[in-house]
């Protein structure tokens, strides 16, 4: 049998939204000492089974995928280690899709969904987290992107072991 791990699957941004999302993670994740990683907005997690199992079923997924809009809001904060600082996203009828397909797809149990892209990774005081909102730059995390881009990423254990097992670009496929 083969091992299981544990996976997400991402809705990973591309061109100059990605970019400018990208610059503010990694700038506050200098600031506040904590490990950066590729903006995202997370379909699924907590998948549970062999990697090769994994790969088949996010090819599925994507077999029948169609782009559709990411409408990125406003900044906000919480206690939780992986939504310290992110920003709302629009819950969209199509991203609502998105996430009930891939539950399906994945066997897992559909939660109630709150879309977001985090900014950094970190157990971070409140009033520090209102600190960093109010210091935000909001054109470098505001805008939209197509959800065109689809990566498995293992996400098991410490963040800096996370990685991508598979990754496609819709608009690539034939």
């Known amino acids: 049998m083969a091992a299981r791990n544990v996976y997400s699957i991402w809705i990973v941004p ?3 939204v990605k970019e400018r999302l990208a610059n503010q993670v990694k700038r ?4 506040n ?7 995202h907005l997370t379909l699924v997690k907590g998948i549970r089974m062999a990697e090769r199992d994994a790969v088949r ?12 809009t990411i409408l990125l809001g406003r900044p906000s904060s919480s206690g939780n280690f992986f939504k310290s600082i ?17 539950s399906a797809a ?3 149990r559909a939660v109630p969904y709150r879309p977001h892209v985090s ?16 210091g935000l730059d909001m054109r470098g995390i505001s805008g939209k992107f197509t959800a065109n881009n689809l990566h498995l990423h293992m ?8 990685r991508c097992v598979y990754r496609t670009r819709i608009s690539d496929r034939k």
């Open 86 to 102: 992110f920003i709302k996203v629009q819950k969209s009828r199509a991203l609502v899709k998105a996430y009930r397909r891939a």
């Open 155 to 162: 996400t098991e254990g410490k963040l800096k072991d996370w």
């Open 28 to 31: 506050l994740s200098r600031s």
């Open 14 to 16: 591309s061109g100059p």
């Open 57 to 68: 079923n996010t090819k599925e997924l994507a077999s029948s995928w169609k782009g559709f």
């Open 33 to 39: 000492g904590v490990t950066p990683f590729e903006p």
């Open 119 to 134: 900014l950094v990774y970190a157990r971070l005081p409140a009033p520090r987290r209102r600190s960093i909102i109010r």
């Open 106 to 108: 994945f066997r897992l």
